[in-house]
């Protein structure tokens, strides 16, 4: 069902070839959100929150949280980041940032229940306000199998990885005006059929259908670079970002 992003040909380092440096982003603001107390540290873990609450919140609904508590675990879990200075603890040379922050919130969830309460958002500092509505709406959309609550979270990390680089090549796409071709193509980046032969979409778009397949090698060539840029951050060496994405798309297989 989804692309084979490793096998295809062409350029598979993308930007990381761009001075023979490695991207750091996600932990850079790892080590600034270490630096407690400051609008900084505020503002880097109220980005990670934004990225990350949803898998974290599926997490907690699969571990037997109610919504209401899965919603003020959630957002006590990234309190709890800031005021204990726990990021302090995290390695960029101990690997994937996806694996630090699941068991960041495993034992969190542990500490919680053994002491037998849900902290409460009252009076507190919210870093990112989350909708419970949309939360259970996205939960009761959550395919109903057997998949463990670790499974569970590795699949949603997968999606809103997915959807962040979609959200990149859209709008790429649709500054040069492709924006149109650009829905067209899109299943073909995830390893789905068209509904229309390429010939059918060329005679649309009035183009040959040579030009639209060259087209729509250059788009999944562009998705696979910027799933790699996407993907770089989050693990400790150049060398783990195709184990990452074979990780990632088995996931969303519900494989592994």
């Keep these: 069902m989804f692309l084979p992003i490793m096998a295809e040909t062409g350029d598979s380092s993308g930007s990381m070839r761009s001075g023979g440096s490695f991207p750091t982003t996600h932990w850079s603001v790892v080590l600034v959100a270490t630096q407690a107390g400051t609008p900084q540290a505020d503002q880097a873990l109220a980005t990670l929150c934004e990225k990350y609450w949803y898998p974290l919140y599926a997490f907690a609904r699969r571990q037997g949280c109610s919504p209401h508590d899965a ?21 960029q040379a101990r690997g994937r940032f996806r694996s630090f922050l699941l068991t960041a919130m495993r034992h969190f969830l542990i500490n919680e229940w053994h002491r037998g309460q849900a902290r409460k958002r009252e009076g507190r500092h919210i870093l990112v306000p989350l909708d419970a509505d949309i939360a259970e709406t996205r939960y009761a959309a959550e395919p109903a199998d057997n998949a463990s609550p670790e499974k569970l979270y590795d699949r949603n990390w997968a999606w809103a990885l997915l959807g962040r680089v979609l959200k990149r090549l859209r709008v790429d796409e649709e500054a040069a005006g492709r924006g149109a071709l650009f829905e067209r193509l899109k299943p073909t980046l995830m390893g789905e059929r068209l509904t229309l032969s390429y010939g059918e979409l060329a005679s649309g778009f009035k183009t040959t259908e040579e030009a639209l397949r060259m087209a729509a090698v250059r788009l999944r060539r ?7 840029e996407e993907i770089a951050p989050t693990v400790a060496r150049p060398e783990e970002i195709d184990d990452e994405i074979r990780h990632l798309f088995a996931s969303l297989g519900g494989e592994g």
């Design 71 to 91: 919603e003020d675990l959630t957002q006590a879990f990234f309190l709890h980041l800031l005021e204990k200075n726990s990021l302090a603890a995290a390695d």
């Design 222 to 228: 562009r998705f696979r670079r910027m799933l790699r």
